[in-house]
Every structure is written in structure tokens, then in C-alpha cells.
Nanobody
Framework: QVQLVESGGGLVQAGGSLRLSCAASGRTSSYYAVGWFRQAPGKERDFVAAISWTGVSTYYADSVKGRFTISRDNGKNTVYLQMNSLQSEDTAVYYC?????????????????WGQGTQVTVSS
């Protein structure tokens, strides 16, 4: 199993930035693609971004393209989500999820494991 812990959430003004982290522990010797997802109150959990095991391929939801950047440091077993130009619509609980695969990411992931989430609130 893989345990995931998200951090870095908080309150930020519109136009500001935050960087989220997703730290993995457990069976991190396996190959995992990692995705970020978010869930606003009363809404379904939506895909945000994903990154392959190697970090070479990434995939983003249209709503965050050009504003968010996903990256990873396999030496630290950590994946990051840099969020710039934040808008009130970005307010949500952000979750990371991992899927055991060595393939490139070409679309939204269907994670095998999930973290507990971190709250991001953007004030307008």
C-alpha cells in the first residue's frame, strides 16, 4: 500500500499563488503516476493534473492549463502542484492520488490510492 499526505493548502487572495505537496510513503518502490484532483462543496471530485512516473509526461484539465504546474521529485517521493493566478473558482479540497503504472499520462488518472486532502480557499 501507499500512504499519501497532502500539504500546502491555505487561504490566498485572488491572483495569488500556492504550492501543494503530496508526500508518499509505503510501497514507493513501485512505479506510480500521480494526479491532483479537487472537490468543491456540493460538487463531484474533478481531475486537475497528472504526471507520469518519469515526470516526462503531464496532463492538465483545461480549467488550469497555463496556471498550474505539476512536478515531482522521486528522490523525495513527493509531487508538487504549483498554482498561480488563483481564482475563487479554484476553491476546493485538493487531493492527490496515485496509480501504479509506468505509462505516460494521456488523460485523467483513476487512482488506486488517495490522500486525505488539503483545503485551498481563494478570496475574491
Amino acid at each position: 500500500q501507499v500512504q499519501l499526505v497532502e500539504s500546502g493548502g491555505g487561504l490566498v487572495q485572488a491572483g495569488g499563488s500556492l504550492r501543494l505537496s503530496c508526500a508518499a510513503s509505503g510501497r514507493t518502490s513501485s512505479y506510480y503516476a500521480v494526479g491532483w484532483f479537487r472537490q468543491a462543496p456540493g460538487k463531484e471530485r474533478d481531475f486537475v493534473a497528472a504526471i507520469s512516473w518519469t515526470g516526462v509526461s503531464t496532463y492538465y484539465a483545461d480549467s488550469v492549463k497555463g496556471r498550474f504546474t505539476i512536478s515531482r521529485d522521486n528522490g523525495k517521493n513527493t509531487v508538487y502542484l504549483q498554482m498561480n493566478s488563483l481564482q475563487s473558482e479554484d476553491t476546493a479540497v485538493y487531493y492527490c492520488g496515485v496509480k501504479q503504472t509506468m505509462n505516460a499520462v494521456i488523460g485523467p488518472l483513476r487512482p488506486d490510492y488517495w490522500g486525505q486532502g488539503t483545503q485551498v480557499t481563494v478570496s475574491s
